[in-house]
T-cell receptor
Framework: KAGVTQTPRYLIKTRGQQVTLSCSPISGHRSVSWYQQTPGQGLQFLFEYFSETQRNKGNFPGRFSGRQFSNSRSEMNVSTLELGDSALYLC????????????FGPGTRLTVL | GQQLNQSPQSMFIQEGEDVSMNCTSSSIFNTWLWYKQDPGEGPVLLIALYKAGELTSNGRLTAQFGITRKDSFLNISASIPSDVGIYFCAGLLGNAGNMLTFGGGTRLMVKP
């Protein structure tokens, strides 16, 4: 089975721009979660989508949003980028049950200048 | 954001040594997961624990889910150079979707 894929792997943007990141989960997985990883804050939960619905949301401003498509692929969007948004954005997928383990993609490294 | 207390933050290992790290929380979790992350990559799942008291092995790795459900440890026996990396514990409550809470990580480095 192919793993979780994320595109692009690297991205450079300037302050004020917006960005869209994409995640394709493992085949058959319907839950997709997004995490932000920074040296200062570590790994923090952004949101989770299940069957095209946002099921959980972390403590991030409204500039961070996401969606999930009927094929379980997910996108996250960050508008009005700030320098502090520079981070590794990780996507994880899991199958139906809540206690299932999550498998991570390689991440998208976003640099905001 | 909330994080689990993971220790040690970093440690040097010499090939052949055993390594221990642990995570504690003020909250109860229903699932504990241990991941390893190499530079520039996403975390890779090492061990998943689903039941309080459970002891699970994966090769040279052994992890336990604490009886109180508020802690977990990971042991690596007979370490080898490729064990170098950052290890993360993560807790999952499980009753509200798949929101993982992570520890701050333990960085394993090789002794010069």
């Amino acid at each position: 089975k192919a793993g979780v894929t994320q595109t692009p792997r690297y991205l450079i943007k300037t302050r004020g721009q917006q960005v869209t990141l994409s995640c394709s989960p493992i085949s058959g997985h319907r839950s997709v979660s997004w995490y932000q990883q920074t040296p200062g804050q570590g790994l923090q939960f952004l949101f989770e989508y299940f069957s095209e619905t946002q099921r959980n949301k972390g403590n991030f401003p409204g500039r961070f949003s996401g969606r999930q498509f009927s094929n379980s692929r997910s996108e996250m969007n960050v508008s009005t980028l700030e320098l502090g948004d520079s981070a590794l954005y990780l996507c994880a997928s899991s199958s139906l049950t809540s206690t299932d383990t999550q498998y991570f993609g390689p991440g998208t490294r976003l640099t905001v200048l | 954001g909330q994080q689990l207390n993971q220790s040690p933050q970093s440690m040097f290992i010499q090939e052949g040594e055993d390594v221990s790290m642990n995570c504690t929380s003020s909250s109860i979790f229903n699932t504990w997961l241990w991941y390893k992350q190499d530079p520039g990559e996403g975390p890779v799942l090492l061990i998943a624990l689903y039941k309080a008291g459970e002891l699970t092995s994966n090769g040279r790795l052994t992890a336990q889910f604490g009886i109180t459900r508020k802690d977990s440890f990971l042991n690596i026996s007979a370490s080898i150079p490729s064990d170098v990396g950052i290890y993360f514990c993560a807790g999952l409550l499980g009753n509200a979707g798949n929101m993982l809470t992570f520890g701050g990580g333990t960085r394993l480095m090789v002794k010069p």
